[in-house]
Each structure stands twice: as structure tokens, then as C-alpha cells.
């Protein structure tokens, strides 16, 4: 046999088949998940469960939350925002303020408000923890205060996926929707 020869692979008989679907091993990449799949741990969070976990976790601020669990409680509250100003603008009309009814009706307006206000703590917290998901660190959040430059800033980090970095100090702490 030649030096050649022995340099070539195997016949395709004598190959070996690659290891099924998920388990290679493959070293991970920057920027990308690692290679080890834990049943349960990477599925989106749903709805509620992530509606449930804003509410239960206002004041955390040490972990993360995924862009799915963020969009989720964004969607949520929009359309509470949406009910309670419905219900509000047709209880609150011109033709109400300017009658001696408008008194009964301001309830309303207090649940608004008072629902609204409410949402300042878990809504910053939530904005952190999404942070935490992309490492930025929380001194970001003052972005949103820029005219807006700064919001728009602020939803692409909200629309950006998390960053699978080894530098990333929030990644091995849990994602919020996984504690509730």
C-alpha cells in the first residue's frame, strides 16, 4: 500500500454514522447558547405565568427575564391600559363633566391612576431584569430619559435575545417566569 492510500478514509462501509440529533458535543460559540439542553429550562414563558411573575417579583432586581416574558407583561398591561381608559373615557365624557353626575363616576379615574401608579415599581424592576437578560447593567434604564433617542434605544434592548456570553455575570441566576 502506498502513503496515499493510508491517508484516505475509510470505505464508506467502515464509516461511522454521526451521533444522533443532540448529542454532540459541540464547544459553545461566542454569543450563542451552550450545547447542554435541560428539559423545561429553555421553553417561553406563557402569558400568565410571566404576568404572575411581574406581579410576584416587583421588587426584584438581581435576576433576568426573557424577551418573551417582558413582551408578554408589556402586552398585559397594555391592554389593561387599554380597558381601564375605555372605561374611563366613556364614564368621564364631555357630557358627564359638564352635569352634576360627573361626582359618582370619578371612581374610575382613581382606579386609572392609582393602577397606573402602581406599575412604577414592577416596571422598573422588570426593565432591570431585562437588562440583566442582554448584560447591561441597570444605570441603563436612565437611557429612556433621553427625548426620544433613548426609547428607541430602549426597545431594541427590550427586543434584543439573550446574550449567551461568558462574560454575562446575570446569566446563571434564574429567569423570573421559571420562580412563580
Known sequence: MSEFDQNQPPPYEQQQAPPPYGQQQVP????????????GEHRMAGFWESYRGYWRNYVNFDDRTSRAGYWWVVLANL???????????????????????????????????????????????IWVRRLHDINKRWTWVFMGLIPIAGGIILIVYAATGTKYVYENRWLNRPQVEKLV
Open 28 to 39: 459553545p460559540q461566542y454569543g450563542q447558547a451552550p450545547p447542554v439542553y435541560i428539559p
Open 79 to 125: 391592554i389593561i391600559g387599554i380597558i381601564l381608559g375605555l372605561i374611563l373615557g366613556l364614564t368621564m365624557g364631555p357630557e358627564v363633566l359638564s352635569s352634576d353626575e360627573a361626582i359618582p363616576f370619578a371612581g374610575f379615574g382613581i382606579v386609572y391612576y392609582l393602577w397606573g401608579f402602581a406599575n412604577i415599581i414592577p416596571g422598573l424592576s
